[in-house]
């Protein structure tokens, strides 16, 4: 398949399809995507017209840590999408939210003195701040990333409802799908810090399940917004609402509507949500569901392909703290690494990957995407503190931070260096890219070409003709800057994720030992004349060809320069 990248954006339509055993189907417009580039600015080397050994300066992002599973499954779908372009549909996206909303209230002070009153310490409180918890931040997350959220829940008349109710007002949300009643009691959890250590938390709830004129009133409600919803997520604090039997009829409205629907469970009787498209666990809540101790990946593969088996689920993410996520299916496995980072708080950490996991896989992605996407966005809400979201340039940005190499330096490979590399983001469901050519003397041109590759992929890989390879082609006098200075120039751009040097006049050897997803070129070729496109195209790949700058070339400026001498 072949793509001619145009200035404006075409309309076309995505799926999301789910391999054999799927329930769902669904077709999205995406007219209205918009353009969001993960690295700014795109030049982060200016000294172009000299290009010689001048100090460039480094990004300074994060090395890329694989985790290699026990079970590892190539990830590899014809025709991916980035990352970004995902995100970027976030827009177009409407998700209803049924669960357990809850009001967290933080109180921070300091510690001076104990109490004559008995053996423990005094809080001088500083101050206080709150937050929507549980399914609210579900939906806080939902908003703050761009996306539209319905709310379905029963909370209590009183003082925390109402603070609740005026927060999802503040953040354009309609609440005619909350019911308030007098005789039920809104969850609120209150925790109590000093020198950002939490010394106590007090929870004031009843586990109370719903009336059943309360359960009838939200299935009304429920199935009023489900036509606007693209997926459902039920958000299981074990607070009542989902009990009974109620996730198990929201998931059988779900299923006949065609509509995929999200657990984030509680308890060990999964049972409940039977027919669930997926649910998302951690470690501990997986092994509590088996009745058994899981830590590695085979035995959370086990595990997990256990509950798939019991209670018809396509699959499930298990979130796993530092050791990131693993998507699982009946027929395969994905484990999706982490970044090292502090951890301030994981308070809500679990709604905010659901959130982005349910977005991602509304908007288009498929689910190892999704779970990337997710698995990110959980890295910055614990690096924050309290009930935290986070917005849609904080998560590019982690994307951007998660995977690369460390500087401009780093990002110079050689073939096998750039076979890992590229293995290493495959795995991690990232879409690679490549392009090449001699880039002597780096020009507006060039840039134009590399930041509209870039924007086709996660990861763009520059294959660059090494002195040798210039001079065959280009004559004796070429290239005016030798390899090592392009090859630091070109790493130095943010548009360039690796570079990789080549002695052969094409470089058909490196796109067979990389086999990109996709081979960006310029548009005075065609798709025949490209060389590797028919490798590319049979592997599952694509080739694009891109726009170029008139009148930009590198022969065009040095004889420009001869003229000017």
Known sequence: MSIKLVRRQSRQCLAIVAPQSSRFTRARSAATVRS??????????????????????????????????????????????PLHRTIARFGDVTVLVVGDFILDRFVSGVIERISPEAPIPVLHGRGETLNMGGAGNVVSNIVS?????????????????????????????????????????????????????????????????????????????????????????????????????????LIAICRDAGKPVLIDPKGRDYARYAGATAVTPNRKELGEAVGRKVFGDEEIVAAARDLIAAHDFEF??????????SVISAEDARHISTQAR???????????????????????????????????????????????????????GALFRSHGPTGHQDAILD??????????????????????????????????????????????????NSDDSVRRLKGPGRPVNNQHDRACVLAALASVDAVVVFEEDTPLQLIEALLPD??????????????????????????????????KSTTNMIGKLRAAN
């Open 415 to 464: 073939f096998n260096g750039a076979a890992r590399m590229v293995a290493a983001w495959k795995e991690e469901g990232l879409t690679v890219g490549f392009t090449n050519g001699c880039f002597d003397i780096l020009h507006a041109g060039h840039v134009s070409l590399l930041h509209a590759a870039r924007s086709q992929c996660d990861r763009l890989v520059l294959g660059l």
């Open 145 to 249: 990333l761009g996306a539209a959220a319905i709310p379905v829940s029963v909370i209590g008349a009183d003082q925390a409802g109402d603070n609740l109710l005026r927060m999802l007002s503040e953040i354009g949300v309609d609440t005619d799908g909350l019911l308030q009643r007098r005789d039920r009691m809104t969850s609120s959890k209150s925790r109590f810090s000093a020198l950002n250590q939490q010394v106590l938390r007090f929870d004031e709830e009843e586990i109370k399940p719903l009336t059943s004129a309360e359960r009838a009133k939200l299935i009304d409600h429920f199935q009023a917004a489900l036509g606007r919803a693209d997926i459902v997520v039920l958000s299981d604090y074990g607070k009542g609402i989902l009990l009974d039997g109620v996730a198990g009829e």
């Open 518 to 551: 996709i081979l960006v070129k310029g548009a005075d070729y065609t798709i025949e004349s490209v060389v590797g496109a028919d490798v590319v195209q049979k592997a599952g790949g694509r080739v694009v060809l891109v726009d170029l700058v008139a009148g």
């Open 316 to 325: 499930i993410v298990a979130t796993r703290s530092e050791k990131g996520m």
């Open 342 to 396: 502090e951890v301030f708080d994981v308070s809500g950490a679990g709604d905010t990957v659901i959130a982005s996991f349910a977005l991602s896989l509304a908007a288009g992605a498929d689910r190892v995407h999704a779970a990337v996407i997710a698995n990110a966005a959980g890295g910055v809400v614990v690096g924050k503190r309290g009930t935290a979201r986070l917005n849609v340039e904080e998560l590019s």
């Open 36 to 81: 969001l580039p993960l690295r700014k600015p795109e030049l982060r080397y200016i000294g172009i017209a000299n290009m010689t050994g001048a100090a460039i300066s480094a990004l300074q992002t994060d090395q890329i840590r694989l985790r290699r599973a026990s079970e590892m499954i190539k990830h590899n779908p014809p025709s991916p999408e």
